[in-house]
């Protein structure tokens, strides 16, 4: 009779509560587990989405940048250097009558146009729009291979003549 009692007492006060506490454990670390996987797992797609970024920024062509370059110019010069850069109320950019050489090197262009254009609202376009419609020009006046690589650190090296 005692041993009866010391048994449903071992197994209401001692058993039940320790095998209840392991199998909550047991839950909460599997849920951390999972946690852990889909961080690690989301954290290793985006790296790969960066670089996939990266790798398009590096293959882009003076021709791929001037194509985005011409609708900007649409929007932003054409109305005074004319619709195919002949000039019009302002100074032709492309064609027999453009005088860009004086700029010496397209990284001499790129500064005077994102300092000085638009007239009416020098420097408002951001530097990837600048970059884009500056291939369009060297593109359109064959101061670049239209498919060489673009690479800004090298636009120094490119002499307008
Ligand atoms: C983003 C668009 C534009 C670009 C890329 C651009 C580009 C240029 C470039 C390269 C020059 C130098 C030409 C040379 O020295 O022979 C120039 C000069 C000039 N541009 Fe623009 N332009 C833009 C928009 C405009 C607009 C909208 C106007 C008029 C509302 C304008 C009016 C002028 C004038 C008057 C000059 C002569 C400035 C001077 O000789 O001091 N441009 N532009």
Redesign the pocket.
Known sequence: MQKGVIRVFFLTAVLIPLLTLSACNSTSSSTALSQTTTAATSSIINSTVSTATASSTLANTFNAMATLGKT??DK??A???GQNGQGG?????MGSH???T??NTAQG?LT??ST?????APGS?SHQ??LD?LCY?LVQNNYVPADTVFNESQLSNITLK
């Open positions: 900007i110019y932003y010069g109305s005074s250097h109320s302002s100074p032709a950019l453009a005088t860009l004086k700029y262009l005077y146009i000085n254009m638009p007239l009416e376009l729009d600048y419609i020009l």
